[in-house]
């Protein structure tokens, strides 16, 4: 197997746009013990089998799991048709905030501190089993009424140089494509939890907090019928951990 790297790609702007999409009220969810992001591309030979495992990963409902896939292979003779810049940039941040410069695909970053390859199901599984047993520190409760969501954040310790930052994320929860030219010309492959859109609602500084947000703003992403918010260290303070998850509830 080849993972397909980029090295030492300096920071990048900013923690994305957008924002949008779905729900009816029902019991809130447990809360998660890990989120795991994935950074894929159609236009990579090592991704399919990674894709096809985080359509496993997404069963378990311990985990949140993500797809984000990146442009920087567009080059290679096929546009990602999920592609987008703002999933580049989230993973130039991850490594900046890191400091190891590490950005390839396919590439799994856990909790948003620790990345592995994204084909590797053990190595996955072991460092979602060294999250700890009580989850994220701050506990998110989602509801759904007259027309907005509200975002209950509890209270944790927080020493950060700045604070935390609120993220909502909007989400397909599968989506297939067929790539017609590149490294995986005349493949079909199925992605889970494909995100969106990505926006910043709020911050977070270690109290409790409420946050609204209109629904017509939380579907407003096209073809998303779930969505994720996280509450996450800020990355230009070098702080990226999720400190908080909660998936909303699908369409």
């Known amino acids: 197997m080849m993972v397909r790297q980029i090295s030492n790609i300096a920071a990048a702007a900013g923690l994305l746009l957008i924002a949008g999409i779905p729900a009816h009220a029902q019991q809130p969810p447990a809360q998660p013990k890990a989120v795991v992001e994935l950074f894929t591309s159609q236009g990579c030979s090592s991704c399919p089998a990674a894709d096809a495992l985080f359509t496993e990963l997404a069963k378990d409902p311990r985990l949140i799991t993500l797809t984000l896939p990146v442009t920087y292979w567009d080059y290679l003779g096929w546009k990602d048709t999920l592609g987008q810049e703002a999933f580049s940039k989230r993973q130039k941040l991850y490594a900046k905030a890191r400091g190891d410069g590490q950005i390839y695909t396919p590439q799994a970053v856990v909790n948003g501190s620790t990345h592995i390859v ?34 209950n954040l509890g209270t944790a310790p927080f020493t950060g140089e700045k604070p935390g930052v609120v993220l909502l994320l909007q989400v397909s929860r599968t989506a297939t494509v067929p790539i017609e030219r590149g490294e995986n010309s005349g493949k079909t492959v199925t992605y889970a ?8 609602i709020g911050e977070w500084n270690g109290a409790a907090a409420t946050l609204t947000v ?13 969505y994720v918010v996280l509450v996450q260290g800020d990355p230009y303070a070098r702080q990226s951990a999720i400190l908080g998850a909660a998936r909303g509830p699908a369409k």
């Open 118 to 151: 994204g084909s590797d199901r053990g190595g996955i599984d072991k460092l979602v089993k060294e999250q700890g047993k009580d989850g994220f520190p701050v506990k998110i409760d989602l509801t759904e009424a007259d027309g907005a969501l509200r975002i």
């Open 193 to 200: 939890n494909v995100v969106r859109g990505i926006s910043r």
């Open 214 to 226: 209109p629904l017509e703003t939380v579907r407003s992403a096209a073809k998303a019928d779930s």
